[in-house]
């Protein structure tokens, strides 16, 4: 196929419509921004900031928030403020992780199933729909619990259960474009399946992925947290704020507030930054909300 017929059937594909001068104007987004660079930038300078090794005990068992331990000390003697900086180096290595590979299996897999039909393409329909309908956080515990908890197997975890909702993206994407006037015409000029595909209709198909992810990071970021929490993710010493929460969440009831409040405020703060970029992206995205 010459060049020229290439550019009569291809049209350029979808592009988010952000741009500096956009985002002046868009509070939502702004504040998401700082939150997560905020975050990040925190979480890689830890060793710089962190006034205490975050895996050994500083002697002072539960100490309250002083000059010297800003947060406070929980039940190990471990400072919670250097811990509370660490956390976010495993949680969101272990969101964005997991959501990459989420994402490079579902997109494909989607665009292949609602392109093309046939028993194979059903029997992995029929499979995701089966792993999304059993409720995401006892399905991470079964799974943990099949192969055991660790950082590596977290991940794992964590994709298998988030990569249903890119597949379901993208099947439905394909069912839609495949019929569009452009892909028809690469069809008759000569353009194989997989060219179809990933050539036309996959750049076409992948905005609404790309405002799925910051979504899915904070989901991710909130499921690392729990299954933590229940003692099958992440486990202590490690600096994560799940297992920070569970640690100190005991002490609450007896006035030691601190052990478990600035790790949840900092979980907090966190998934609301992701929360915030995804539905500012989601808005930007639709053309309906953008020209309202």
Known sequence: ????????????ARRMPISFAWLRGQRQMQLGLAIVVGVIVLALAAPLIAP????????EVLAPPSGSH???????GFDIFSRTLYAPRVDILIAFTSTLLAMAAGIPLGIL????????????????????????????????GIFGPSVRNL?????????????????????????R???????????????????HILPNALTPALAQMSVTIAWSIILTAGVSFVGAGV?????????????GAPQMQTGQWW????????????????????NAIANVTDPRKRHA
């Not at 194979?120 to 006892?138: K, L, N």
Request: glycine letters at 8%.
């Open 155 to 179: 991940i794992l975890v964590v994709a298998i259960v988030n990569a249903p909702i890119y597949f379901r993206l993208m099947k439905s994407q394909a069912q839609t474009l495949k019929g």
């Open 113 to 144: 199933a609602g392109f093309r039909s046939g028993k194979v393409t059903e029997a992995m329909s029929r499979g995701f729909d089966i792993v999304q309908a059993f409720p995401f956080f006892i399905l991470a515990l079964v799974l943990l």
């Open 52 to 59: 205490w090794d975050p895996e050994h005990a500083t002697g």
């Open 259 to 278: 052990a478990a409040l600035f790790p949840g405020l900092a979980l907090a703060v966190a998934v609301m930054g992701y929360a915030l970029v995804g």
């Open 70 to 76: 800003l947060f406070g000390t929980d039940v190990s």
């Open 181 to 199: 006037m452009f892909v028809e015409a690469a069809r008759v000029a000569g353009c194989r399946d997989r060219d179809l595909m990933f050539r």
């Open 235 to 247: 486990r202590a010493p490690t600096p994560e704020w799940g297992v920070m929460i569970a640690t």
């Open 1 to 12: 196929m010459s060049a020229a017929t290439q550019q009569t059937v291809t049209p350029p």
